[in-house]
């Protein structure tokens, strides 16, 4: 009898996880992978959504179906893109489903897209709750605006990556070889927008005449002529109280960068005077990090100002310039002091742009003040927008040249040797 | 098992005086002879009436061979030598038996005036060989025939001579088939009960190696021997071992796995408690430990216990090569071995409830090869393991020529048709040849089993409840680990009742030098391996020596 109870509890046992489990069993392929959302203002004051759905079986050759025809999934798309309009985001995406042979799945969307007329009419505060409320989504998701439609943008050629979203990735991975513009993650634009004393702020997104394109690529013959249109990101769209603001060069962009201390490299050029007027030397920035900015608000006659100050080192990457004795360590430190004055001046572009033309605080100088000065903070913090608008700043930097390449000075012409 | 075969029958009062077989003879012939009622049975003075009870109790086997002489002359005093054709040697018998009864008693001039004493000059001074024993009983008289003695029986004696000549069909010392090795010795146990002995007590000359034999099986009468290291070995542990044994009332010992399940302390645990190896220097290795050993005539397989979960793990290759190596190859085996229970219900929780958790690229080519497979992933996992297992079994027991016939057929038709045809999709195929390799790593095949069968359920826990099912079904594998014992040792023993001292041991191998104590759960009476300061170094130049 003991051995039947025993029995009989233990068969209830499996049955009950049998019972419960599989309710939310998914199969992979029975998954749409949505590797790029964005969002765009619709008429009738709706949000259109947009997503990169991923067609698996189109992307990897020698899957299980396409084994033995041939393999590399021929010809079909690599990508499915589905759009849908309505009030909310949510009610958009399960509209989507109406359409969409396969569940969505936001768990590896790489990049979600803003378009600039969003950002700018509606601003992003209200449609940002979604994404931060849903469980799919990743902190870690690349948010930006776009200028334009977002349907151009997801339906341009590709040809290294295999869909327009891992294009995208690409190029904000590359960051660190340019810096100059300036990407945000979702859980830090989140963090930046609901926390006082930071503006935030996110690169731009956009299309660009391809300078690839020839006309002797359309010439029959040619294997696939190349697209018209490139992806391009550059700058920084700013924001205040959630709606976008404007935006900032490629140079006002490295400034905030500079600021905020997420600089990773990128070329940075000075010319100094030569035989033919003046000629260039570009640097190559080493990595900076946030250690090597520091921000010091001071206070004198009760008004705040603020006072920057960044340390970089760098290394010469080219020298056009051949009348230069790079042996020489004055000249290095000559050209160390030029270069903190080039830096100086991104820095102050930056901090001028943003004061006097968009009034928003997106280098973080109200969270420098609040952590020095918190009674002050306090007083200031209504009416914030006028005093980081006129608030003095200065600018200090410091540099060092590490390395000047495999080569001392310049290959001159052998007319030049004479000299 | 075979119980019903036993018939208690009664014993019948014997009728003297009527050697002439009559009809409760044959109805005696018919019946089966118990031990109890051989035992009481006692060898009568007359010869004639011994071998007449012998050739009855045996059913008049074809195989008995009854060979009578006379002893001594003037006519002689009646005698018989019986063994079993094919367990005795004949040759011995011939040589050292017969000619000594035969010949050598006449010489002596043996005769009607040593009656009373005839016995005592028998054995004193006509059989020839190394080992001698009395037989009093018919008991003792037929366990002793039938492991291959030969017997001598004279003529007015209530007793009988047991001369030692074993002449059974023997292998010889082969390489281990099961515990193949790269370094190490290459002999292995044989079927034989002294062959085996012998290997371990070449190996182990201290005086202190103590066998202690007990014969178990009431049918079989399969000689087994304890053997452990007087000092080192608990003596609590040796007797639990003897007494656990002794506890055996079975028909029949064919195998040391029948001892095993007989006396291992969890019976319905997958997990075995009992370690088993054909390696003598393994043996010995563990007994140096202060483990006891059962060695079981007509196995080359030898128990050892206590067997906590780690020695399972261990190859004794772990301590021939350098330590460096055996570090390495341990921990791909610790690898190997969680990899042989998890990973396919890992990858069935990770596809079907867990996308997010992989990494985009790899969910990317998983779902292309997913594309178009008829069946959930469970399912799929599940027909390959069965396959895969099918396979395995198919080629453990077919000849070796056609096994191979068999890996080729089912690489083919698992590998490439499965997954042309889409049944399958490629990467299944992939997951289950890691697993299949995996569960090769583990040394000794008993723990590798019991990976293979734990991984069904944990299959099932992973299609139900994703990882969370699979975290449960790990930690009631633990508890369950944690509860066992083998022979008083925590199953889990330098993990669970954490010795620190013991994981020089387990997360790595230590250089023998610095190995200077034993297992502490073990040899609690002498826990000393060796003394320190053995660490070799070039020889001091400031102090001259070369």
């Known amino acids: 009898m003991d051995r039947l109870r025993l029995v009989s509890v233990a068969l209830l046992l499996v049955l009950v996880s049998i019972l419960s489990g599989c309710w939310d069993h998914r199969e992979v392929e029975d998954l749409g992978i949505v590797l790029l959302t964005a969002l765009d203002l619709a008429p009738g004051n709706k949000i259109r959504v947009e997503v990169q759905t991923l067609v698996p079986g189109a992307v990897v050759g020698g899957g299980a179906a396409s084994m033995g025809m041939g393999g590399g999934g021929g010809g079909r798309k690599r990508y499915l893109n589905l759009v849908a309009e309505d009030r909310t985001v949510f009610e958009a995406i399960r509209r989507m489903s109406l359409e969409a042979s396969r569940e969505l799945f936001f768990a590896h969307n790489q990049v979600i897209l803003i378009s600039e007329k969003l950002a700018r009419e509606k601003g992003v505060t209200e449609i940002i709750d979604f994404f931060a409320r849903n469980r799919q989504f990743r902190r870690d998701t690349w948010f930006l605006v776009v200028r334009g439609d977002p349907r151009d943008i997801m339906e341009i050629p590709t040809h290294l990556e295999t869909t327009p979203a891992q294009v995208i990735m690409g190029i904000i991975n590359r960051q660190d070889l340019s810096s100059y513009f300036a990407p945000t993650k979702l859980g830090e634009f989140i963090k930046m927008l609901e926390s006082t004393g930071i503006e935030p702020y996110t690169a731009i997104l956009q299309l660009k005449p391809n300078p690839a394109f020839t006309r002797i690529s359309l010439l029959p013959g040619v294997d696939t002529p190349p697209s018209l249109y490139r992806l391009w990101l550059a700058g920084a769209a700013v924001f205040r109280q959630g709606k976008m603001v404007g935006q900032l060069s490629e140079r006002e962009t490295r400034g905030l960068l500079w600021v905020r201390g997420e600089v990773r490299g990128g070329p940075i050029t000075i010319a100094l005077p030569a035989s033919q007027g003046k000629q260039e030397l570009t640097m190559e920035i080493m990595r900076f990090g946030r250690g090597g900015v520091k921000l010091e608000p001071y206070l004198a006659g009760g008004r705040l100002g603020m006072k920057v100050k960044v340390s970089v080192r760098v290394n010469l990457a080219e020298s056009q310039n051949l009348q230069l004795d790079l042996n020489n360590p004055r000249v290095i430190s000559r050209l160390e002091k030029e270069l903190a004055g080039v830096i100086k001046g991104e820095i102050m572009a930056c901090v001028t742009r943003l004061q006097e033309e968009y009034r928003t605080d997106a280098l973080g100088f109200g969270q420098a003040v609040h952590r020095k000065y918190p009674r002050v903070w306090r007083q200031v913090k209504g009416e914030w927008e006028d005093v980081f608008a006129t608030m003095p700043v200065a600018v200090e930097v410091k540099t060092v040249i590490r390395r000047i390449g495999l080569i001392n000075n310049p290959t001159p012409p052998h007319m030049l040797e004479v000299r | ?546």
């Open chain 2, 1 to 546: 098992m075979f119980r019903f075969w036993k018939k208690r029958t009664r014993i019948l009062p014997r009728e003297k005086g009527n050697p002439a077989p009559s009809r409760e003879d044959y109805a005696q012939w018919e019946r089966s002879y118990e031990a109890d009622e051989l035992k009481k049975m006692p060898l009568g003075p007359r010869l004639k009436d011994n071998l007449a009870l012998i050739k009855r109790i045996l059913g008049n086997s074809s195989d008995l061979v009854i060979r009578e002489f006379r002893l001594g002359v003037d006519g002689g005093v009646p005698g018989a030598v019986v063994f079993i054709d094919g367990l005795t040697d004949k040759g011995t018998v011939n040589d050292t038996l017969l000619k000594g009864l035969t010949l050598e008693s006449r010489m002596a001039g043996l005769g009607g005036r040593d009656a009373g004493n005839i016995f005592a000059l028998v054995r004193n001074f006509m059989v020839n060989t190394s080992s001698v024993r009395e037989a009093a009983t018919v008991f003792e008289l037929l366990d002793g025939i039938l492991y291959g003695d030969a017997a001598v029986l004279v003529e007015g004696e209530t007793r009988a001579l047991l001369a030692t000549a074993p002449g059974w069909p023997v292998r010889s010392i082969e390489e281990p088939t099961s515990e193949n090795l790269v370094r190490g010795p290459r002999e292995g146990f044989t079927e034989l009960l002294r062959t085996n002995t012998s290997l371990i007590r070449r190996r182990l000359r201290t005086p202190n190696l103590v066998l202690e034999r007990i014969t178990l099986g009431e049918r079989t009468r399969t000689y087994v021997e304890v053997v452990y290291i007087r000092g080192l070995a608990d003596p609590r542990l040796v007797q639990e071992v003897k007494s656990r044994l002794s506890r055996i009332r079975v028909d029949g010992i064919l195998e040391s796995g029948n001892i095993e399940e007989l006396i291992e302390d969890n019976p319905y645990s997958p997990f075995p408690q009992v370690f088993r190896t054909e390696r003598p220097d393994r043996v010995v290795s563990m007994l140096l430990d202060g483990r006891v050993a059962i060695v079981t005539d007509g196995t080359p397989f030898v128990l050892v216990v206590p067997a906590e979960f780690i020695v399972f793990l261990q190859s004794s290759e772990d301590y021939y090569e350098r330590f460096f190596l055996a570090i390495a190859v341990r921990w791909l085996r610790y690898i190997a071995f969680v990899a042989s229970l998890i990973l396919p219900s890992l990858y069935i929780s990770l596809t079907t409830f867990h996308q997010e958790m992989i990494p985009t690229r790899l969910l990317i080519s998983i779902a292309a090869s997913r594309e178009g497979v008829p069946f959930p992933a469970f399912v799929e996992a599940f027909l390959m393991e069965f396959t895969f297992e099918a396979l395995r079994e198919a080629g453990i027991r077919l000849p070796r020529n056609v096994g191979q016939a068999v890996s080729i057929v089912g690489a083919l038709v698992i590998g490439q048709a499965a997954v042309s045809a889409g049944i399958v999709s490629s990467l299944m195929v992939i997951i289950v040849a890691l697993t299949g390799i995996s569960s090769f790593v583990a040394p000794v095949f008993s723990m590798a089993i019991t990976m293979r069968l734990l991984r069904f359920p944990m299959m099932v826990l992973a299609a139900t409840l994703g990882i969370f099912g699979v975290m449960m079904g790990l930690l009631v594998i633990l508890v369950h680990m944690a509860s066992l014992r083998s022979f008083g040792i925590p199953y889990l023993a330098p993990l669970a009742p954490l010795h620190t001292g013991d994981l020089k041991d387990l997360l790595m191998r230590v250089p023998l030098w610095a190995m200077d104590k034993r297992p502490s759960e073990l040899a609690k009476g002498d826990p000393l391996r060796q003394e320190e300061g053995l660490k070799p170094a070039p020889p001091d130049k400031k102090g001259g020596q070369g």
